[in-house]
């Protein structure tokens, strides 16, 4: 039964190179807010603790306790502010325009200190080349306001269809969350066994990657990927998985980075972008599941086409049917 609503339609995304120096600036904002959760929040497997949220209008820290109060940060890449408030009703914005990375530092350490916050984090940018101490830098200071709304209404549509997917995992899973040291948006799955270990793995890997995982997400791109793009891997490996056929026939696999691609603008020209990324997502994991020998049928929800439990006998669907793309076939 046809519903009237249509699929929202998915932002064209410039190169990588048309909006580089705004990335990189915003890559390092990011890192100045997401570090308040690593200092502020306990440690959760994985380090799920650090990760940044989606909201509707930007990324959002979530409320964190800090001396007896909770404070937010959240960005609101609409009207392009970051906004801290606290349990109290008070608050601090900070404007984002182009200026420098030392400069905005300043200015979120200075609202902290306003609002009574004693939070200290490590100036050090994470999984950056080039990685100027955040209070240092006065070389990135680029802010494209544009393309940052391209990119943020890109990451909203990216995380509609990977909550979908998530709802169909009753395993272990991760939230869809967005990690701001690699700066991509990001949901994982996980088989209930522990991994071996990485050699050579620092402590930071070693939580991250202590369980067998499959993960998917979407990232702007970076080094041999010049465009935004989706992707999934398992880690560890399992032999013969870079052979394995994805879907759509635009996803390859990556052997430098050691998983699939999906090029952000070949899934814009499908016909139904969010039937073909969760066909991306479902062939790519179901193709790592069976090698890595995962036990789907008590891992996986086994419903309509939604990924919805189907109801049992004598039961009524209290759901209404879904509005997105078909069930992909068959991280």
């Not at 009703?89 to 009574?116: I, K, N, T």
């Not at 990232?219 to 990927?225: H, I, Q």
């Not at 790519?284 to 086409?305: K, Q, S, V």
Request: hydrophobic residues 40%.
């Amino acid at each position: 039964m046809a519903t009237g609503i249509q699929e929202p339609a998915w932002p064209a995304m410039p190169p990588l190179a048309a909006w580089q120096d705004t990335y990189a600036t915003l890559h390092r904002w990011v890192q100045i807010v997401g570090k308040l959760r690593l200092e502020l929040t306990p440690l959760v497997n994985h380090w799920w603790n650090t990760a940044l949220h989606v909201g509707a209008r930007g990324l959002t820290t979530l409320a964190m306790p800090c001396s007896g109060r909770w404070v937010e940060a959240s960005f609101d890449f609409l009207s392009h502010d970051l906004l801290l408030a606290t349990s109290e009703g008070l608050q601090r914005h900070v404007p984002l325009y182009p200026r420098s990375v030392a400069e905005f530092y300043g200015e979120v350490m200075g609202a902290l200190d306003a609002l009574c916050l004693p939070v200290a984090i490590n100036p050090a940018p994470q999984e950056i080349p080039e990685a100027i101490p955040f209070d240092q830098d006065d070389q990135h200071r680029s802010y494209d306001v544009a393309a940052v709304r391209r990119w943020w209404l890109a990451t909203l549509q990216a995380a509609s269809v990977l909550e979908e997917f998530r709802s169909r995992f009753r395993g272990k899973c991760s939230p869809v969350h967005f990690f701001w040291g690699s700066f991509d948006l990001a949901v994982s799955r996980f088989s209930g066994r522990r991994a071996p270990p990485r050699p050579g793995a620092d402590y930071v890997t070693r939580e991250a990657y202590s369980d067998e995982v499959s993960s998917a997400g979407f990232w702007p791109g970076g080094g041999s990927v010049d465009s935004a793009a989706f992707y999934s891997y398992f880690a560890p490996e399992p032999r013969g998985y870079s052979s394995a056929i994805a879907r759509p026939r635009s996803a390859w696999y990556h052997r430098q980075l050691r998983e699939f691609v999906l090029p952000y603008e070949d899934l814009r020209r499908e016909e139904s972008p969010r039937a073909s990324l969760l066909h991306f997502l479902q062939s790519t994991y179901e193709a790592g599941a069976d090698l890595a020998g995962w036990d789907r049928e008590a891992l996986e929800r086994h419903g309509d086409e939604a990924g919805r439990p189907t109801p049992a006998p004598g039961e009524e669907a209290t759901s209404p049917p879904s509005t997105g793309g078909p069930e992909a076939a068959g991280p």
